[in-house]
């Protein structure tokens, strides 16, 4: 940060690293190729830009996306993050396809369970004798008990 | 594209639009909007670039990418396109999530509805006697038929 040691960034640009260098907290030395894919895909200066418009605490995370961004663009430099945005985009309609059909599947399991219940019921409609129906006069006959 | 209708690019750049402009074909003079977002974000240089890196085929697919990008930039400073890929990735597990519930339930109702098939076919396990089994010896005694 600042002074003898410049951070990634002030190197790859060739220029003295400022105390309040608006990269050094986010880009440091050791690390040169997050600033060179950043700097390849935006340009220092939309960067710097980008950063000045943020507040602080914010600018942390800003330069993480911008690096992923940029990270993307490196592998497919056709669609970079869009393709990403694409395939999963493409995951959650299959996802939501697929969830649709197992909720349809359990709806239809639990309505043939209730028509198997009720048809089975009506076939099994077998009436069993109330225990009051076994009184003296069915056992035993109307003459016997009189 | 070239000569004395700029396109877009180049009346942003304030330079003469030659007729091999890289930008021409993808930022027309009527939508000046469309380059001026992706100039922001990437800047001319990095776009003009990029597009020379890769064949003419391809670079329709890679400016739209880049459009897009760079709105995703506009409207969210901080996380542009990574916040998209985020909330996609959430709503991509929560969907495998709630799918691995319903696939669940689905083997778990099936599971039940065997185990009622069997328990209730050994609940109504009445031996049916054969058909053969209603031969003469049985209907009418070992002595009058023999």
Same mark, same amino acid.
């Given at each position: 940060?600042?002074?003898?040691?410049?951070?990634?960034?002030?190197?790859?640009?060739?220029?003295?690293?400022?105390?309040?260098?608006?990269?050094?907290?986010? =880009?440091?030395?050791?690390?040169?190729?997050?600033?060179?894919?950043?700097?390849?895909?935006?340009? $220092?200066?939309?960067?710097?830009?980008?950063?000045?418009?943020?507040?602080? #605490?914010?600018?942390?995370? $800003?330069?993480?996306?911008?690096?992923?961004?940029?990270?993307?663009?490196?592998?497919?430099?056709?669609?970079?993050?869009?393709?990403?945005?694409?395939?999963?985009?493409? #995951?959650?309609?299959?996802?939501?396809?697929?969830? $649709?059909?197992?909720?349809?599947?359990?709806?239809?399991? #639990?309505?043939?369970?209730?028509?198997?219940? =009720?048809?089975?019921?009506?076939?099994?409609?077998?009436?069993?004798?109330?225990? !009051?129906?076994? !009184?003296?006069?069915?056992?035993?006959?109307?003459?016997?008990?009189?």
């Amino acid at each position: 940060m600042g002074g003898s040691s410049p951070c990634a960034s002030c190197k790859l640009l060739r220029r003295r690293c400022a105390k309040d260098c608006i990269f050094a907290p986010y =880009f440091p030395s050791d690390d040169p190729l997050k600033f060179a894919i950043v700097h390849k895909v935006f340009g $220092a200066s939309n960067v710097s830009k980008m950063l000045q418009e943020l507040p602080e #605490q914010q600018r942390g995370d $800003a330069v993480n996306s911008l690096v992923y961004e940029a990270n993307a663009r490196g592998r497919d430099p056709v669609y970079g993050c869009v393709g990403t945005i694409s395939y999963l985009q493409n #995951q959650v309609s299959q996802l939501q396809m697929q969830l $649709a059909v197992a909720q349809a599947e359990i709806l239809c399991i #639990q309505m043939h369970q209730d028509k198997s219940y =009720f048809l089975q019921n009506d076939l099994l409609n077998i009436p069993i004798p109330n225990a !009051n129906s076994f !009184n003296k006069e069915s056992l035993y006959g109307h003459d016997m008990v009189s």
